[in-house]
């Protein structure tokens, strides 16, 4: 029953989308890599940048212990982390510039964001709770899932998402998408305006960098269900 009301309430209230048109992504773009550098300067001079890194840090880490009484040090999401391997190396993660820009606005933001290709995914999306032992395919093996974990995965219930956790890298966006869904996820215990302002910031960098694509916002509950809503 916790579970059933926490995924109810995190497709209501908590997630927001957009849906990205004419994409042409870029690979390296000089621009973009600049912006990225800009916003990691940012993480290691601005004292009130960092204030806000560990707010937001501490945040996840209350609701993942008392929402999903999971072992956060294994698994949680952190933008401390986050910002810790862009400190380490600004460019180590980004595959593609569009993954630059989601990392720009995460970094910016401290909200978790995912790219989905449109075209490789079943619609709808279900966001459920993990199996014990649930074993999913992830970028270079398999991950072992504990059973706290929140799962987004697609209609045919292929697993494309691990929600706040550091091993959530199981799908990525290329060069050839050209149309995308951007999700931002918030959690109960932030302002439900933290999420338009995550997917507000993207749509701003994506219409400066790439004035022919369309970013419009969709309405969460015709895009993601739950598993009681089937």
């Known amino acids: 029953m916790r ?8 497709s209501s209230n908590y997630v927001g989308v957009l849906e990205c048109r004419n994409l042409s992504i870029t690979i390296n773009r000089p621009d973009i890599r600049q912006e990225l ?24 880490k209350n609701f993942i212990k008392s929402y999903l009484k999971a072992p956060y040090n294994k698994t949680g999401y952190s933008p401390e982390n986050l910002a810790k391997t862009f400190l380490r ?11 630059g820009i989601r990392y720009i606005t995460e970094l910016r933001t401290f909200m978790p964001m995912l790219a989905i290709d449109v075209d490789k995914v079943s619609p709808p999306l279900i966001l459920r709770k993990a199996l014990k032992h649930e074993v999913i395919p992830s970028f270079k093996s398999f991950l072992e899932l ?12 292929k697993p494309i998402y691990v929600l706040f956790s550091k091993r ?18 918030g959690i ?39 598993p009681q809503e089937f």
Do not use: H, W
Request: charged share 25%; proline share 3%; net charge positive.
């Open 3 to 10: 579970y059933r009301k926490l995924l109810y309430e995190l």
């Open 37 to 60: 550098m800009n916003t990691v300067r940012l993480l290691r001079t601005s004292e009130g940048f960092r204030k806000d890194l560990s707010y937001y840090t501490q945040a996840y």
């Open 89 to 99: 190396n600004p460019l180590a993660r980004v595959r593609n510039d569009l993954e």
């Open 146 to 157: 504990s059973g706290y974990e929140l799962i987004l995965a697609d209609g045919v219930n």
């Open 168 to 185: 959530n890298k199981l799908y990525a966006v290329s060069k050839n998408t050209v149309k995308a869904l951007i999700l931002s996820f």
């Open 188 to 226: 109960p215990r932030f302002p439900k305006y933290f999420i338009t302002q995550s997917l507000n910031t993207f749509r701003k960098l994506m219409s400066m960098y790439y004035a022919q694509t369309t970013c419009e916002y969709l309405d969460t509950k015709t895009v993601i269900k739950t």
